[in-house]
Nanobody, 115 residues
Framework: QAQLVESGGGLVQPGGSLRLSCAAS????????MGWYRQAPGKQRELVAT???????NYANSVKGRFTISRDNAKNTVSLQMNSLKPEDTAVYYC?????????WGQGTQVTVSS
């Protein structure tokens, strides 16, 4: 069955960097659009960045220029490099895989930006 496993979250000071990774199994990874979403306490889950099967990336305005999404189809992984982190980036970050009606989520990894 499909499984997405995130890693790389943690506590970082404002202005710092973190790299999140998501390892996928049980899916034809190269066919899927992969993405990162986040959910802060009391807020709805929101899109952070996506990387579709055709190589097109998309970012939320709030992270443009600071975050970079990448994927490795040979390793079935998708990563999110987060630079210049701000306290408002604090959230649980979720990996997502989507192909037509099929959508899968990871368990989430906590990112906390605080001094």
């Amino acid at each position: 069955q499909a499984q997405l496993v995130e890693s790389g979250g943690g506590l970082v000071q404002p202005g710092g960097s973190l790299r999140l990774s998501c390892a996928a199994s049980g899916i034809a990874f190269s066919l899927y659009a992969m993405g990162w979403y986040r959910q802060a306490p009391g807020k709805q889950r929101e899109l952070v960045a996506t990387f579709n099967s055709g190589g097109v990336t998309n970012y939320a305005n709030s992270v443009k220029g600071r975050f970079t999404i990448s994927r490795d189809n040979a390793k079935n992984t998708v990563s999110l490099q987060m630079n210049s982190l701000k306290p408002e980036d604090t959230a649980v970050y979720y990996c997502n895989a989507k192909l037509w009606a099929a959508t899968y989520w990871g368990q989430g990894t906590q990112v906390t930006v605080s001094s």
